[in-house]
């Protein structure tokens, strides 16, 4: 069974920064995508940013250039540096993992907040 922690979300003021992680645990072979995703109230959930295990990354117009999504593939990591913190950039991140087959799995959410 494989688990999904999630960290470092919080309270910023706009302009300033923060460091997702997530950390993935137990029997875990290979995880082809690694990404980040955010739903904002009334919103539907969207992808913020993933990166492949080759280190490929994809990101959200809106965050090109502010985000930077990273990987370590040894122990089953994925960070997300958010610089430049806007208020529309307010949500729950959520972590994503996606499995060579195609099977996914979620993380439990991390609220981050960002005042104007």
């Known amino acids: 069974q494989v688990q999904l922690v999630e960290s470092g979300g919080g309270l910023v003021q706009a302009g300033g920064s923060l460091r997702l992680s997530c950390a993935a645990s137990g029997s875990i072979f290979s995880i082809n995508v690694m990404g980040w995703y955010r739903q904002a109230p009334g919103k539907q959930r969207d992808l913020v940013a993933a990166?492949?295990?080759?280190?490929?990354?994809n990101y959200a117009d809106s965050v090109k250039g502010r985000f930077t999504i990273s990987r370590d593939n040894a122990k089953n990591t994925v960070s997300l540096q958010m610089n430049s913190l806007k208020p529309e950039d307010t949500a729950v991140y959520y972590c994503?993992?996606?499995?060579?087959?195609?099977?996914?799995?979620w993380g439990q959410g991390t609220q981050v907040t960002v005042s104007s």
């Open positions: 990166i492949t295990s080759g280190g490929t990354t």
């Open positions: 994503n993992i996606r499995f060579p087959g195609g099977r996914g799995l």
